[in-house]
């Protein structure tokens, strides 16, 4: 008898499921709307071109080797990657208690922050400490705490779905009525194009309720085409003081997915605080990945510190995103043209690679068996993979979805 027979086969992970679904169907005009990565309008993958340049720099670089990198990481890497999201004149870098993780990809980064939390914040009672999550959310958040040992994560209001945009009032209640010393996940990119600003008062909850901030920047550049622009509410958190954590992907903006770069870049009260985390943040490396490789981080860390390929990167990143913008308004175009019931602004109000689409699991299981066409149960769709070729057949699809499926 084996030693495993009492194992029992785990549910497939949902949006590789969906990915291979899509690969073994045969239909002609089939749509991947699932995938968490950039397309081109071919829907091929693109290589980004300053990251081809880079490749070709590294490769005739004579003085590198395949020596192991610093537990923490490359740490020019670690260092760019932190001013990217704070900025160059970050308050917190210019006083030293500023201090970056490299990690494997975005998960990495939060899968380090979660066990650092777990061992070392909120005293003995760390795992019954509520960890909240925005509902919905990326269905790995959920798991990465709780295989952290964390026993209680909660969802807190995000997403309207009769609104069909950002629940700021939900949102807000949520954090009123947060325990203190709880922990905050928060998407670094919001649903709607709100005027952050104009909130700033309404983020001192933060600080009344004592939360703890763990931002998630997996699409830096995405949002709006401005790197600046879309780390605006981490940069704000930093002004007011507050220690966090930040979990940073270069996946999407730098085209890496199969390279696993990230950061986690954390924020202390001093540099004492810092040095004390670093160290414990050392050990927690050592015994996960032990050393993290360098083919990526160095692709991003030589990018990031010169200032003419930053430059051209920043165009490509802007390439991309225009990409994403005008695919959000031909949709919404299509979509009212046909005369769609519902309002379909969220389509444009919404930003970033994905958007949340309205669609209820009935409707996405019709658009699935009846179209062809894959997304997530819960409606979110990839703007990359709509293109030229596909954008009507998928607008009159969302159509007889809508008015045939209730």
Not at 266 to 285: H, P
Not at 330 to 357: C, E, N, R, V
Request: proline share 4%; aromatic share 10%; glycine share 6%.
């Amino acid at each position: 008898m084996s030693v495993f027979c009492d194992v029992q086969q785990a549910a497939p992970v949902a949006v590789f499921k969906l990915t291979q679904d899509f690969s073994n169907d045969e239909f002609p005009n089939k749509v991947n709307l699932g995938v968490g990565a950039y397309r081109t309008n071919e829907g091929k993958p693109w290589v980004l071109p300053v990251v081809k340049k880079v490749e070709k720099l590294i490769v005739h670089d004579d003085r590198l080797n395949h020596e192991y990198l610093p537990i923490l990481g490359l740490p020019e890497f670690r260092s760019c990657s932190s001013k990217i999201v704070l900025g160059d004149d970050s308050p917190a870098i210019r006083e030293d208690r500023v201090g970056g993780v490299q990690c494997l990809g975005g998960t990495g980064a939060l899968k380090i922050g979660a066990e650092f939390l777990r061992r070392f914040y909120n005293g003995n009672n760390n795992t019954k400490t509520p960890v909240y999550v925005s509902a919905p959310t990326w269905e790995n958040h959920n798991a990465l705490f709780n295989s952290a040992g964390f026993e209680d994560v909660r969802p807190y209001k995000y997403w309207d779905a009769e609104k069909r945009g950002l629940d700021l009032s939900g949102f807000l209640r949520d954090l009123e009525s947060a325990p203190s010393l709880s922990y905050m996940l928060v998407p670094i990119i919001p649903l709607e194009r709100t005027p952050h600003r104009s909130n700033g008062s309404k983020y001192a909850l933060f600080i009344q309720r004592k939360l703890f901030v763990f931002f998630d920047s997996a699409y830096q550049g995405f949002a709006s085409g401005n790197l600046d622009k879309d780390a605006w509410a981490v940069r704000y958190f930093v002004s007011m003081g507050i220690e966090m954590f930040c979990a940073q992907s270069f996946s999407k903006n730098f085209g890496l997915y199969n390279e696993r770069v990230g950061n986690l870049t954390i924020v202390a009260r001093d540099a004492d605080n810092l040095k004390r985390v670093l160290s414990q943040m050392e050990k927690i490396v050592r015994t996960t990945w032990s050393n993290p490789p360098s083919q990526g981080a160095r692709i991003v860390a030589v990018t990031l510190n010169s200032p003419e390929l930053f430059s051209e990167w920043k165009d490509n990143v802007k390439t991309m995103a225009d990409r994403v913008l005008l695919m959000r308004a031909q949709l919404k175009a299509k979509l009212q043209s046909l005369g769609t019931p519902g309002t379909w602004d969220h389509i444009t109000d919404q930003i970033g690679m994905f958007s949340f689409t309205g669609l209820n699991s009935k409707q996405v299981e019709y658009m699935v068996k009846e179209k062809h066409i894959y997304l997530m149960a819960s409606g979110r769709i990839n703007m990359c993979g709509l293109t030229s070729k596909n954008i009507d057949y998928v607008a009159e699809s969302i159509y007889e979805a809508v008015t045939k499926v209730q």
